[in-house]
């Protein structure tokens, strides 16, 4: 091309920063622009899949980096009753024996990215208010323009989103009152045996407590409610005891889990999503990515590594688009192209991953008698892309066996 792209990011979260961090690796010039005045270090632990997140990860030269704070341990896997019945029951790994999906803390994770980028690439506190048809952005500062593309990797509620779709996030129906409790090795011995340096899963009638550990020490608990209203309760106090009252019956050590004194940080977070399918007619100059796209919620696990991977195949699209000499093709044509093709292969991923999520927070939250009624279905729903397909048959045989006999030996007369 005769003169070099010019990319401005909204959002400095972990795909607006990959996007930024190939892009620089390629001496393509970009910037991000991101609301916080600081980065805000916060959110628990997540795992990223050798296929997306580690692939984005190895691409950016950061898988070095990722290992000093990987935790391969955290792999480990249970799956529980309310009565604290284990259903799965899965170790915790090391770097040989990984399955494939090693553990990392959020703010860890941004930390790599942010730090892997020069200091001026991210510009703090520009807080997006709008942005015009022409494509000029809007900020408290005052107003950018002159890109060849914005990128809107802001988030659940972006607003670089309706530039190109009318559609907006919508309340799921569950709703999540999160604690911490830090140093809980320490601090209550018997809790962070139970969640054993990995995940927790425990749900039934219309509930469930998911505890995970992170690197730091901490011990992140989320108690989630199916419920239509998105009113929660913000005190920390009266959530507690509404919580032992939802809970009652449930397993004591469970309970507990959202009950320690020590617990902090605590927050109330109804959960929204894109409608399952979410696309839009491309648009020339602009695109989205990650949550922005496609948010979801998390029972599936797979946000984060879909947008890993989004940032790495627009960053490919662009990369590839800066490579057009402009006698070949006018530079906004070709990048416009390139960009297009990013966006048709971003929703077809993303309807895939938007579709098992819901399946899965269906078997897990919306399902009379689960987990024991369906954990096949959820087992099967989880495995359908991790297994060849040729495969299936008889996974999904092992797995109907495996739970028919679990249940004639494990299964609780009251659950």
Known sequence: MSSPLKIAIIGAGPAGCMVARLLHN?????????????????????????ETGLAAM???????????????DGESFQITDRKLVRLIDLAGTDAKSSRGRPEIDRPALRKILIDSLP??????????????????????????KGYDLIIGGDGTWSKVRPLLSDAAPYYSGISGYIFELPDAEHNDPALYNLVRRGSLFAWGSGRAITAQQMGIGVVNTAAWITTPSTEGIHDEVAAKAYLKDQFAGWDPELVRLTQHEDSTNFVFRPLFMLPVGHRWKHRPGVTLLGDAAHVMTPFAGEGVNLALEDAMKLADAIIEASKVKSEDDGKGAALSNFIKRFEEDMFKRATKTQQMTVDMQEAMLFTPGAPWANVEKYILTAARDEVPQLALPLLTVAVYVYFFFLRLWKKPKDV
């Open 58 to 72: 190895k691409k950016a030269g950061l898988y070095e980096d990722f290992l000093k704070y990987a935790r391969f």
């Open 26 to 50: 390629e001496n393509i010039d970009v910037t991000i622009f991101e609301g916080e005045t600081v980065p805000r270090m916060y959110g628990g632990s997540l795992d990223l899949h050798t």
């Open 119 to 144: 200091k001026d690439v991210i510009n703090w506190g520009w807080k997006l208010r709008t942005v015009d048809n022409d494509l000029t952005l809007h900020f408290d500062q005052g107003t950018k």
